[in-house]
């Protein structure tokens, strides 16, 4: 089944970069787990509960079964039929976190990948953060295959999945194969394209053992026609020849289908949703058929856009190892073993070790150490890699989380990634001095690691503020802290991070001047600063004319306008969505310096923003709350308090979700209220959504707080 990686020059038709993508508790891990034992990659098969899985590596992972960080594995393939029969195919693996929190995980990882399966629950099918991956997969136009896990779960409905997919993620979505049972009578699939029934014999342990062919059971022909009659009319619909022949009645053969399905696949014309039991350990091959059947190789993604940095064109490069090098640093890793490993997808051309190559984000050489082929935590080691590769690198001092790497002779810069806004903060300070030296370089390691993970020093209180995209997120940071670097820390409660913006066009003047014997220091510029869209960010510009302030201090305005950005002026929050223009100064021949007109944009800022109608934004969050009918009515009343906007009811059996947009500040504890509420009966699930702005009551409460503790301190 699996061969020796030694050999891994393996065409582009051949490889496959997937991700396993899906909702919290879906049983995204158990698949992956599933499909490495199936390929042979690991010989026991891996189980949360037990701690035992390969893709779920870390203590914490395994101590809350659940996973944090998206892991990389190498797995090999041979269908037994279709188009691919007999035919290995090398398939790149990342399991992605289903957890909101590590949303930027998710990110990253389906911005280098070619295809993705979602898995979804058979009872609880389409979720919250079922949507949100499905829209970061759209985002970066990745194609997918659906796989309905969990079918002998009580309440597993197939089809009610199937019309979930349809109506809320909008998608394509035709059944490739349907169950045969379900809950405890799920037994196999009916493959609907070439009409063959595959059961799983069950140990007494009800875990499905090699599957056999069957005669499609008697209670479902019907119901087999009625579907297959279904994804051959979309098929056809797809392919102007098969057009022709079905609307002639004529036969379409199994090939043609399976190739026109392929082709309608990579265009996301077509989802095919498949049923399985990845726990029971049932419709994992079919699965692993349709990955390397129907999701894209890197051949037929053909090419892949950047701009080339000199002259500002934009640049195609075709995905083959002809091409120059080029790829995209997607994750960073802190290796106890190796050190900064830097994960990269090589687009076009062979990387190899020992060579220097180009960052053209941050325009630095780097040095190619040591490259190495992951599998989760372990590693091989390799001389090169080649394009359509998933591998990581040692020896890289500068490259971040979405860095263009790419040849010297041939820049480019590749699309990067965009990252959600953390929305809430601690403060952490060092229980020791000897912790207080390592506090600070664990801190830079893991937001090296991490994009959502931010870093602040409050000058006034002297504290490390850290933010990130929730309580669990925070909580597992400050807990790699202790583990991976024996730094002991003490955090103070959960803040909700807040922002400042403006409203109105206004201008400020900042004058630095100071004469102490010698030389002194000459800074003066005016800024206008104007409100941009919501979500929009910063933009700074120069209108100076006439040489009014030289073009070298231009910059050091800037810096001195992000610095008091960064510390806020309404109450200590940062600034958001403004422009900042620089429009006229003045300066000294003698005593002008950077660092003077530095203090000068600060100040400038300062002014003109105290006189654009500050106000404060919070972060909005997306809530479900699922609870028995019965209770429907006092949660719906217990949001309305938290000044929730309902968004609206589905009915799920005999359950109520209720869909509400609720400020993060008004959430804390949420899940304890709501428990005790319901009985111990309802839940509730939570993302960030948006910033909005801060009702003027609650705002100036807010001010006047944080002005009173700066005070204090």
Not at 170 to 188: C, H, K, L, M, Q
Not at 541 to 568: D, F, H, L, N
Request: a negative charge.
């Amino acid at each position: 089944m699996a061969t020796n990686t030694t050999n891994r020059l393996y065409p582009l038709d051949r490889i496959r970069n997937i991700g396993i993508i899906a909702h919290i508790d879906a049983g995204k891990t158990t698949t992956t787990e599933r499909i490495l034992f199936y390929t042979g990659k690991s010989y026991k098969l891996g189980d949360i509960d037990e701690g035992t899985t390969v893709t779920d590596w870390m203590e914490q992972e395994k101590e809350r079964g659940i996973t944090i960080v998206s892991a990389a594995v190498t797995a090999f393939w041979t269908p037994k039929a279709g188009l691919m029969k007999d035919i290995e195919t090398r398939i790149n693996i990342i399991d992605t976190p289903g957890h909101v929190d590590f949303t930027a995980e998710v990110e990253r990882s389906l911005r280098v990948l070619d295809g993705g399966v979602t898995v979804l629950d058979a009872e609880e099918g389409v979720q919250s953060q079922s949507e949100t991956v499905w829209r970061q997969a759209d985002k970066y136009n990745v194609p997918r295959i659906c796989f309905v896990n969990k079918m002998d779960k009580m309440g597993a409905d197939y089809f009610a999945t199937l019309k979930s997919i349809r109506e809320r993620l909008g998608a394509p979505a035709v059944p490739y194969n349907i169950p045969i049972g379900s809950e405890n009578d799920f037994r196999g699939v009916v493959d609907l394209i070439t009409k063959k029934a595959f059961v799983w014999e069950a140990d007494p342990k009800g875990l499905g053992k090699e599957f056999k062919e069957e005669e499609i059971p008697e209670n479902l022909k019907d119901e087999v026609e009625k579907w297959r009659a279904e994804l051959v009319e979309k098929i056809a619909e797809t392919d102007d020849s098969l057009t022709e022949k079905f609307l002639a009645g004529e036969e379409i053969t199994e090939a043609e289908l399976k190739s026109a399905l392929r082709a309608a696949v990579i265009k996301y014309k077509i989802v095919p949703v498949l049923a399985g039991s990845s726990l029971r350990n049932k419709g994992v091959q079919p699965l692993l058929d349709a990955v390397v059947e129907y999701l894209p190789s890197p051949q037929d993604i053909e090419t892949i856009e950047g701009t080339n940095p000199k002259t500002a064109e934009k640049e195609v490069r075709k995905l083959v190892m002809e091409e120059p090098f080029a790829g995209l640093a997607f994750k960073i890793q802190i290796d106890p073993h190796v050190g900064k490993l830097t994960y990269v997808r090589v687009y076009s051309g062979t990387l190899k070790s020992g060579t220097s190559v180009l960052n053209t984000t941050k325009h630095d050489r780097e040095r190619i150490g040591r490259i190495l082929l992951m599998h989760a935590n372990t590693r091989e080691e390799i001389t090169e890699a080649y394009a359509g590769e998933i591998v990581a690198i040692v020896g890289l001092k500068g490259t971040g989380t979405g860095d263009t790497l790419c040849d010297e002779a041939h820049p480019i810069i590749l699309e990067s990634i965009s990252f959600p806004e953390p929305v809430i903060s601690l403060a952490i300070e060092p229980q020791t001095k000897a912790d207080q030296e390592k506090l600070g370089y664990a801190l830079g390691r893991l937001s090296e690691e991490d994009p959502t993970f931010r870093i602040k020093g409050d000058p006034e209180t002297g504290q490390t503020i850290i933010s990130g995209m929730g309580e669990l997120h925070l909580e597992i940071l400050v807990d790699r802290l202790k583990r991976e670097f024996s730094v002991g820390a003490n955090v103070g409660s959960p803040q909700v991070a807040y922002r400042e913006t403006i409203k109105e066009t206004a201008t400020g003047e900042g004058k630095y001047i100071r004469q102490s014997g010698g030389r002194g220091q000459y800074g003066h510029c005016f800024l206008r600063v104007e409100p941009k869209p919501r979500g929009e960010g910063y933009e700074y510009k120069s209108e100076v004319k006439g040489g009014a302030i030289p073009q070298e201090y231009i910059p050091s305005i800037e810096k001195g306008v992000r610095e008091k950005m960064e510390m806020g002026v309404l109450a200590g929050y940062p600034l958001v969505d403004m422009k900042v223009i620089v429009y006229d100064g003045t300066y000294h021949d003698v005593d002008s310096s950077d660092i003077a007109f530095k203090i000068a944009g600060s100040m400038a800022l300062e002014e003109a923003a105290k006189h654009a109608k500050l106000v404060l934004l919070e972060p909005i969050m997306k809530v479900e709350v699922t609870v028995p009918e019965e209770f429907m009515g006092d949660v719906i009343g217990d949001l309305s308090s938290k000044r929730a906007q309902i968004h609206g009811s589905d009915h799920h059996g005999n359950s109520v979700i209720i869909n509400a947009l609720v400020p993060l500040a008004e959430m804390s504890g949420y899940v304890t209220t709501l428990r005790s509420m319901t009985q111990g009966r309802g839940s509730a699930y939570m993302e960030p959504s948006h910033y909005d702005e801060v009702p003027t009551n609650i705002s100036d409460k807010i001010v006047a707080k944080n002005k009173g503790e700066k005070k204090e301190s």
